[in-house]
């Protein structure tokens, strides 16, 4: 079983920054793609960014410039540094990953709970 953890969420001034993490563990061969996702209240969940294992981002147009997608391959750790954020960035953001469990083993799709990020003043 593979388990993923987030962290780092809460409350945030307009233009204030928060950075989250997700800690993948359990039984992991390797890690594929990740990404953070995000659901707002009475909205669907939307991709916020994505990195594959060899570095490759992207992001939605409504985070460009203001978040930074990064992966710690060693630590199967995911990170989102947000900054500038606004309160239309206010969700529950969600951490996924697709994972080889073993050598032998297809890639399966992983979610983590999510952790809540509110930008209010």
């Known amino acids: 079983q593979v388990q993923l953890v987030e962290s780092g969420g809460g409350l945030v001034q307009p233009g204030g920054s928060l950075k989250l993490s997700c800690a993948a563990s359990?039984?992991?061969?390797?890690?594929?793609?990740m990404g953070w996702y995000r659901q707002a209240p009475g909205k669907q969940r939307e991709l916020v960014a994505g990195?594959?294992?060899?570095?490759?981002?992207n992001y939605a147009d409504s985070v460009k410039g203001r978040f930074t997608i990064s992966r710690d391959n060693a630590k199967n750790t995911l990170y989102l540094q947000m900054n500038s954020l606004k309160p239309e960035d206010t969700a529950v953001y969600y951490c996924n990953a697709v994972v080889m469990p073993t050598f032998y083993s297809s890639d399966a799709d992983y979610w983590g709970k999510g952790t809540l990020v509110t930008v209010s003043s």
């Open positions: 359990g039984t992991i061969f390797r890690i594929n793609d």
């Open positions: 990195i594959t294992r060899s570095g490759i981002t």
